[in-house]
């Protein structure tokens, strides 16, 4: 099968299938291109469907990418758990920072991005890291 509206595409950890973005969907596609599991639609959860970088921890159990709500110039870092489907939203504080190039720490404790606004206050090259055992602490209060 062909995908003519793929926006992202990632391997999982067993090399058989992959999770793509395609017409909103994300999803588990095998080789062969049948889908064996919808994940989420972006809409469901107020994103837009742009081209979206999507990376998994290093264990597999979570996949994070950007997303971009309304007319794609407000971003932020969405995780999704592969095991419970849980969505979680990260670093909205300041959506007009565009946020990329999202990278997880060896333990899975940590993604670091990059990110820029449209006014400059902050060095060239700065770069920022969510800490989830913190973010954890905070969403059970």
Not at 12 to 40: C, E, F, H
Not at 106 to 129: A, C, F, N, Q
């Amino acid at each position: 099968m062909v995908y003519r509206d793929c926006k992202g595409a990632r391997w999982l950890n067993d090399s058989k299938s992959m999770v793509i973005l395609s017409n909103d969907n994300l999803q588990v596609v095998t080789l062969n291109g049948k889908m064996t599991r919808q994940l989420l639609n972006l809409k469901d959860i107020g994103l837009a469907n742009d081209g979206v970088e999507l990376r998994f921890s290093p264990d597999g159990k979570c996949l994070a990418f950007v997303g971009y709500i309304g007319d794609n110039d407000h971003s932020l870092i969405i995780t999704y758990s592969m095991e419970t489907g849980k969505v979680n939203r990260l670093c909205d504080e300041n959506l007009n920072d565009g946020k990329y190039s999202l990278v997880w720490s060896h333990d899975g404790k940590w993604i670091s991005y990059l990110t820029y606004e449209e006014v400059k206050v902050r060095p060239e090259g700065t770069m920022w890291e969510t800490d989830f055992d913190e973010v954890v602490e905070k969403l059970a209060k």
